[in-house]
């Protein structure tokens, strides 16, 4: 199934039903007005939503074009955001750009931090942030969003508790990272409000590209209309989404609607340095990692950050070049603060 | 006002509204199903709610004896929960146990951790955790939760952004602390679901003792049945609420009903070395802090972590000696997680 959220005056919009080929879309909030209500009451709402999504792709309820400007992020707020550091080679790589080891047990400990999750940017809509002394970049990722996980959850009973995926722009803010975590508390500022794609989907959908759970299809990024990446998201994952569900529920449940992000999407590429499109590489998923490659490479680093009007487009295709979850398509624009 | 969330088998609770001297109870589900939905519309909701509080405060609206223990978390889960670190005191504390320095910005620049907020504890349920090996923590605090706050907001206009406030428990796990934090992102696995008072009240509640966006008044707490800490939560408050609002706002906006809390309360008490409530002075409000002292003065900490079946219990008493949000009042217990 692929659904999503359009805008409707609430905080929350309204539960649509996306055509697999993203062609048509038509209402669903008769089954469940919100995507999170969805969630919470899924096994009754799941078979319904099925039924409608089979009408849908058949042809035979009521239905519009698919306007993906309308649509909000498919949770436009959560009540749990968690982001994992899956791709162990973009941390090796931040590491080493500022001559530090990573400590080996980065290898089997996942990293993750706690994001901010009341306030999601629609996959549409402009990045709004007050400075570009901040250092503005983009960050492509995928994410799953979970039914409730108890506890102490394994790592195979995690992987049925995985309901969604979706797309991520974990907006991030490079200038302020270095003194934010020399405090010793984590991101706060430096990760302000991150997009999701259009629509989310259910795992059946992605078929075989689906496995091990890992998505297996290049995460397509594009930077001011230049292809910029399309590292392929189910390789050099050190740790599955399982892993990192299981990772974050070892001291806490999971409620329903919780979002787990994988991280970067990074791949080694089989160089010490990685390797930029117009390399013929598999290019990158943000800003920085091309700065640490021009840092480890150079001594320096000579891409700048995002500027104001800059764009990104984050997306991926199945094996017959359609878009699986929609794009997000988003510029940077400058914050004007309210007169006080 | 004074609002609660009464269990009524639905993930967010049913809206209900406590007499002022907690005695009495009634439903205001019929003004807003919950209190998240009250808070997204909080100024067509506010006018409404306080006329049913001036009529259960007359006793001229029919209402219940009030029962704590049917309770939620005012808000069972939350879209933002944002941990200030305000009392600096505390920081610096454990700055020392260590042998380390505290950063100078620490008394400009507030410490904030992004807390989880999918689960929060009922206030009477027990604290259902996987090891006593993980140094089981209590920390006492207080928390507003704000209504819509912009971007870049300043201290002045957070001041009006306050809606409500609560008592917290934001239990630590500290045996997991030195290795999460030592990974650079933060705490995750050692900061479980936290818990909040019964009742969230109205600044306007708190008359003379809520100023300057600070609570004066003892945060009192116990452990074992014996009174463990009594500190001011007025006092030694380096950075009151408006500031820690500000803080969390500013590359993001805020969304109504995200909780903002201080950090564990602490007083100075005018030693080096802070004083026991058996020594007269104002104690603890967790047992970390105790330890600092007992590492500061005698070289180790004598005082262990919280076992299961141990108790404490988080409360705040007005002038006339009265339970203002109901106390917190929690069990240790161990978690057995299900047969895989």
């Known amino acids: 199934m692929k659904l999503a959220s359009y805008h409707n005056n609430t905080r929350d919009g309204q539960l649509m039903m996306v055509s697999r080929d993203l062609g048509r879309i038509c209402d669903a909030s008769d089954i469940a007005p919100t995507l999170q209500q969805a969630l919470d009451d899924w096994d009754n709402v799941e078979p319904k939503l099925q039924q409608r999504y089979d009408a849908l792709n058949d042809g035979t309820v009521l239905s519009q074009i698919f306007e993906p400007e309308r649509c909000h992020s498919p949770l436009p707020r959560a009540y749990q955001w968690a982001d994992g550091s899956a791709y162990v080679n973009h941390v090796e790589l931040v590491r080493r750009a500022r001559g530090a080891e990573m400590p080996e047990s980065f290898w089997t400990d996942p990293l993750m931090y706690q994001g901010g999750s009341d306030d999601f940017i629609a996959p549409r809509a402009d990045i709004v942030l007050p400075s570009e002394e901040h250092g503005i970049d983009f960050e492509a990722e995928v994410a799953v969003v979970t039914g409730d996980v108890p506890m102490g959850v394994t790592e195979e009973k995690a992987a049925g508790n995985i309901r969604l995926l979706m797309l991520v722009n974990d907006v991030s803010l490079r200038g302020l990272i270095p003194q934010e975590l020399a405090k010793g508390f984590g991101f706060f500022q430096s990760k302000p409000a991150s997009s999701f794609s259009p629509v989310a989907v259910t795992p059946d959908e992605l078929g075989d ?28 994952m050190t740790f599955n989404f399982a892993q990192l569900i299981a990772h974050a529920a070892k001291t806490r449940h999971l409620k329903a609607g919780a979002i787990i992000g994988s991280g970067t999407v990074s791949n080694k590429q089989g160089t010490d340095f990685g390797s930029a499109i117009a390399d013929g590489g598999a290019g990158y998923s943000c800003i920085a990692e091309v700065r640490m490659i021009e840092t480890i490479r150079d001594g320096r680093p000579s891409t700048e950050f995002m500027k104001f009007g800059d764009t990104v487009r984050i997306e991926m295709l199945d094996a017959s070049g359609r878009s699986i979850f929609g794009a997000i398509e988003q510029k940077v624009r400058r914050f004007e603060a309210e007169a006080p």
Chains 1, 2 share one sequence.
Do not use: E
């Open 209 to 236: 590209c689906w496995q091990d759970n890992k998505l297996h299809l290049p995460l397509l990024t594009t930077y001011n209309g230049k292809l910029f990446g399309r590292p392929n998201a189910g390789k050099d």
